[in-house]
């Protein structure tokens, strides 16, 4: 897999990057943009990002580095 990342803008909270991840992860965090709780799933974990604003997708892993 190439190296991806996602930037998850939060309400009210630090910036998250998510790096190595696919583009359908992506998708289903966009589609909850704007709810009370991001809902997905993580290496077999299920995690609540809280209410993301909006989320950027890149075709590189090394922002932020």
Not at 42 to 62: F, L, T
């Amino acid at each position: 897999m190439a190296a991806t990342a996602a930037i998850l803008y939060l309400q009210d909270q630090p910036t998250i990057i998510l790096r190595n991840i696919d583009r359908k992860l992506v998708e289903t965090i966009e589609s909850q943009c704007g709810r009370e709780s991001c809902l997905c799933t993580i290496e077999g974990q299920e995690v609540d990002y809280g209410k993301v604003s909006h989320v950027i997708w890149m075709d590189r892993a090394d922002i932020g580095d």
